[in-house]
């Protein structure tokens, strides 16, 4: 093994191909460009829903304050429906009354 | 995520990734395509499948990252993602297909001299690991071109040091036995 692990043909080689340029560097301009734009897509494929939601939840808010604020706003009646739900106690008097002609 | 290898302007950056900063994660590629750049391309043969692995390994760093414990420095835990990524490259590009034995045939008419330019020694290099297991091919490349240590093999692939080192000495018995071959042939 000691041999085989100290083969000059083989070391030399390796010492030589170790010289050469793998790649080259224009390979990396632009890279993490493309791979955020790797990043985004698959997010969004992976949860177009979450995506969208996350996207429309501005709007989804708007429309939520605007809906409360026009059912307080057309509803004027509301006030006196309480009022009237309150006097309910009062209805077995009025019922006495009415039928005793009183 | 505290590592007292790892510099504090790391481990700011792996936190502003994790909390959703995109261009945080554009900033960390940026550190560390060189490094991936330089593994992967002692795996591939050409610029389209470096650049589809490379980005292959980012998207595993980004998906990942919430795992980082920061017991290493992050240039660490990218290239052992990087090596693993290039390991399943190369065992599917096995089942895949092998390469053509006329291609082998051709590189080894012109075996290697002790003049030959660095280019043409990884040309010659690269065809002759495309015999070896993917396993062998991983060892001898990390450990004959990027000059890791067996320690630092067996700590990026997690396999055991003597099972690297009883790869290591298969993959360079049939180098041998290729460079033999081919030095054989021209003798002829």
Same mark, same amino acid.
């Given at each position: 093994?000691?041999?085989?692990?100290?083969?000059?043909?083989?070391?030399?080689?390796?010492?030589?191909?170790?010289?050469?340029?793998?790649?080259?560097?224009?390979?990396?301009?632009?890279?993490?460009?493309?791979?955020?734009?790797?990043?985004?897509?698959?997010?969004?494929?992976?949860?177009?829903?979450?995506?969208?939601?996350?996207?429309?939840?501005?709007?989804?808010?708007?429309?939520?304050?605007?809906?409360?604020?026009?059912?307080?706003?057309?509803?004027?009646?509301?006030?006196?429906?309480?009022?009237?739900?309150?006097?309910?106690?009062?209805?077995?008097?009025?019922?006495?009354?009415?039928?005793?002609?009183? | 995520?505290?590592?007292?290898?790892?510099?504090?302007?790391?481990?700011?950056?792996?936190?502003?990734?994790?909390?959703?900063?995109?261009?945080? $994660?554009?900033?960390?590629? &940026? !550190?560390?395509?060189?490094?991936?750049?330089?593994? @992967? *391309?002692?795996?591939?043969? =050409?610029?389209?499948?470096?650049?589809?692995?490379?980005?292959?390994?980012?998207?595993?760093?980004?998906?990942?990252?919430?795992?980082?414990?920061?017991?290493?420095?992050?240039?660490?835990?990218?290239?052992?993602?990087?090596?693993?990524?290039?390991?399943? $490259?190369?065992?599917?590009? &096995? !089942?895949?297909?092998?390469?053509?034995?006329?291609? @082998? *045939?051709?590189?080894?008419? =012109?075996?290697?001299?002790?003049?030959?330019?660095?280019?043409?020694?990884?040309?010659?290099?690269?065809?002759?690991?495309?015999?070896?297991?993917?396993?062998?091919?991983?060892?001898?490349?990390?450990?004959?071109?990027?000059?890791?240590?067996?320690?630092?093999?067996?700590?990026?692939?997690?396999?055991?040091?003597?099972?690297?080192?009883?790869?290591?000495?298969?993959?360079?018995?049939?180098?041998?036995?290729?460079?033999?071959?081919?030095?054989?042939?021209?003798?002829?």
């Amino acid at each position: 093994m000691e041999n085989d692990l100290h083969d000059t043909n083989l070391d030399g080689l390796f010492a030589a191909a170790r010289q050469a340029e793998f790649y080259d560097p224009n390979r990396e301009f632009g890279f993490e460009a493309r791979v955020m734009a790797k990043i985004i897509a698959e997010r969004e494929g992976e949860h177009p829903f979450l995506f969208w939601a996350w996207r429309l939840i501005t709007v989804f808010s708007l429309l939520v304050v605007s809906l409360g604020i026009w059912v307080y706003l057309s509803e004027p009646g509301q006030l006196g429906d309480i009022r009237a739900i309150a006097h309910l106690g009062n209805e077995e008097p009025i019922v006495i009354a009415f039928w005793s002609g009183e | 995520m505290s590592a007292p290898g790892e510099a504090p302007a790391a481990v700011r950056l792996v936190k502003n990734v994790l909390s959703g900063d995109d261009e945080a $994660f554009a900033e960390l590629v &940026r !550190k560390h395509k060189g490094k991936v750049f330089g593994i @992967v *391309a002692k795996f591939v043969r =050409n610029n389209a499948d470096l650049d589809d692995i490379c980005q292959e390994i980012f998207l595993k760093v980004y998906k990942n990252l919430k795992y980082f414990r920061g017991d290493a420095p992050l240039e660490h835990w990218v290239s052992k993602i990087a090596v693993n990524t290039c390991y399943d $490259f190369l065992r599917k590009r &096995r !089942k895949m297909a092998e390469v053509p034995l006329e291609d @082998v *045939a051709f590189a080894l008419s =012109n075996p290697p001299t002790e003049d030959m330019s660095g280019s043409d020694a990884w040309n010659f290099l690269q065809r002759a690991l495309s015999h070896l297991l993917p396993e062998e091919r991983m060892v001898i490349t990390l450990l004959n071109l990027e000059e890791k240590s067996v320690r630092e093999v067996s700590a990026l692939t997690g396999w055991s040091e003597a099972k690297v080192k009883v790869r290591a000495f298969r993959a360079r018995q049939a180098l041998k036995r290729i460079l033999d071959d081919s030095y054989g042939k021209r003798s002829t």
